[in-house]
C-alpha cells in the first residue's frame, strides 16, 4: 500500500464460491481498464476455505474490513458441499449484519428491449430502484425447532422489524429518489413501500405507520403502497408502474429476482450493500449458480455493472460511466453471452467490455 496516495481507494475482494470465482476477475479487469485508482487486496472465503480448514470468518474479520477498506467487492455465497450453508450464512449476511449494511439497493434497468421477456416493452419502461431493508426481517434467524423429528414437530421463524430499522429503510428510500435521476435525466418521484400487511398486521402496522409519518417530510414526493403479491402482477404486466420500491428483507429478496427478470435475467442484475459513511459492500444479485459454474458460460456483466455501482459509490463517477456505457454497447453488439443471445464466453465477454471501457 502507498501510503502517500490519500485518494487511492482500497477495495477488499472476496470472489467466493462458483461463478463467483468467475465474474468477478471479469469485472477487476474491467475496473483496473476503465483506469480506477484503486488498490484491489483478495480474500479467499467461500466453501472452498470453509472444507479445508473450518474457517468462514476470521476474528475480526467484519472490523478490519470496515477499518481498512473503502469498500467491499463479492462474488456469491454457496457449494452443494456445504448442506448447511453456513459459511454463506456467516460470510455474506455476516457482512450485511455486523457491518450494518442496512440499505440493500438493486437497480432495475432494461438495456436492450430484445432482453425483456415482455412484449412493447422499451428500455425506458424498466427503469425503477429497489431498496430492500438488509438487517432485521426473518432473515435474522430467530425461532427455534421443537420436538423436532417427531409428528409434534415445531418450527418457529420470527419476523423481527424495529423502529429504528423500518425508518431508516423508509428515510433511505425518500432520500434516494431525492437523489437520484431516472437513466433519460428525468426526477425520480414516487417511493412505493410493499409489504402484506393485509395478513401480517403487527409488522405490516408498523411499516404503515411509519411510512405515512416518513413520506410527510417529503412532500415532493408521492407516497404509494401496494401489497406484495399484487406487486408481482404488475411487475410483468406493467413495469412502468414502478419508480422507488422500498420493503423489507425477504420481499426484496423475492422481488429483485423476479425484477432481474425484466432486465434480461439474474446475469444482469447489480445490488450495493450501503450504510452511509461506512464501508459498504457490492455483489451481483445472483448466486454461485453450481450447474454452470467452471465452464465459462456465465455472464459476468451483473458483476461489471456492480463493479461501476461500486466506483459510483465511492466517486469514482467517470470510470463507472465508462463502464456503463461500455456494457451497454456489449449489450447493444451483442458481444455477450449465451443466456444474452451472444456467443462469448465469460473471459472474452469480459475481455470486450475492458477493451471498451479502457477507450
Ligand atoms: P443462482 O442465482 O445462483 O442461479 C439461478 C440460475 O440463474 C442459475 O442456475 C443460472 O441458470 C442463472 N444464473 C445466475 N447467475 C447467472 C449468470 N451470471 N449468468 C448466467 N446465468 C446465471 O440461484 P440458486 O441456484 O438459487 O442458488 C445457487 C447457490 O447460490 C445457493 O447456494 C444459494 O444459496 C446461493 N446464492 C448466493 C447469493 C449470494 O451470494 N449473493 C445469491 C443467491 C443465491
Ligand atoms: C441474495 C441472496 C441471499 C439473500 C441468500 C444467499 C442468503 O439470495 O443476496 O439475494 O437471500 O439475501
Ligand atoms: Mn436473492
Not at 80 to 91: D, F, G, L, M, Q
Not at 113 to 137: M, Q, S
Not at 281 to 287: D, L
Request: include cysteine; proline fraction near 5%.
Amino acid at each position: 500500500m502507498d501510503p502517500q496516495n490519500t485518494s487511492r481507494k482500497r477495495i477488499a475482494v472476496i470472489p467466493g464460491d462458483g461463478i463467483g470465482q468467475e465474474v468477478i476477475p471479469q469485472a477487476l479487469k474491467v475496473i483496473r481498464a476503465a483506469g480506477a485508482d484503486v488498490e484491489f487486496s483478495e480474500f479467499d472465503w467461500g466453501a472452498d476455505r470453509y472444507l479445508r480448514d473450518g474457517m468462514t470468518v476470521p476474528p475480526d474479520g467484519f472490523a478490519m474490513l470496515s477499518r481498512d477498506f473503502d469498500a467491499v467487492f463479492a462474488g456469491a455465497f454457496g457449494d452443494p458441499r456445504v448442506k448447511t450453508n453456513i459459511h454463506a450464512k456467516e460470510i455474506l449476511l455476516g457482512m450485511r449484519f455486523q457491518m450494518d449494511l442496512y440499505a440493500n439497493v438493486r437497480p432495475v434497468r432494461l438495456l436492450d428491449a430484445t432482453l425483456c421477456p415482455l412484449k412493447d416493452v422499451a428500455p425506458k419502461d424498466v427503469d425503477f430502484v429497489v431498496i430492500r431493508e438488509n438487517t432485521e426481517g426473518v432473515y435474522i434467524d430467530a425461532g427455534g425447532v421443537f420436538k423436532q423429528g417427531t409428528p409434534d414437530e415445531i418450527a418457529i421463524q420470527e419476523d423481527i422489524n424495529t423502529r429504528k430499522g423500518v425508518e431508516r429503510i423508509i428515510r433511505y428510500a425518500f432520500e434516494y429518489c431525492e437523489r437520484h435521476k431516472k437513466l433519460d435525466g428525468s426526477p425520480r418521484k414516487r417511493v412505493l413501500m410493499c409489504d402484506k400487511s393485509n395478513a401480517m398486521t403487527h409488522a405490516g402496522g408498523l411499516w404503515q405507520r411509519v411510512f405515512k409519518e416518513v413520506a410527510g417530510e417529503f412532500p415532493q414526493i408521492a407516497a404509494q403502497h401496494m401489497y406484495v403479491d399484487a406487486l408481482c402482477m404488475q411487475m410483468v404486466r406493467d413495469p412502468r408502474a414502478f419508480d422507488v420500491i422500498v420493503t423489507n428483507n425477504m420481499f426484496g429478496d423475492i422481488i429483485t429476482d423476479l425484477a432481474a427478470g425484466l432486465q434480461g435475467g439474474l446475469g444482469m442484475a447489480a445490488s450495493g450493500n450501503i450504510h452511509p459513511g461506512k464501508t459498504s459492500m457490492f455483489e451481483p444479485v445472483h448466486g454461485s449458480a453450481p450447474p454452470i459454474a467452471g465452464k465459462n458460460i456465465a455472464n459476468p456483466f451483473g458483476a461489471i455493472l456492480t463493479a461501476a455501482m461500486m466506483l459510483g459509490h465511492l466517486e469514482l463517477t467517470k470510470e463507472a460511466e465508462k463502464i456503463e456505457s461500455a456494457v451497454l454497447a456489449a449489450v447493444l453488439q451483442k458481444k455477450t453471452t449465451q443466456d444474452m443471445g451472444g456467443t462469448l464466453g465469460t473471459r472474452e465477454a469480459g475481455e470486450w467490455v475492458a477493451e471498451r471501457a479502457s477507450t
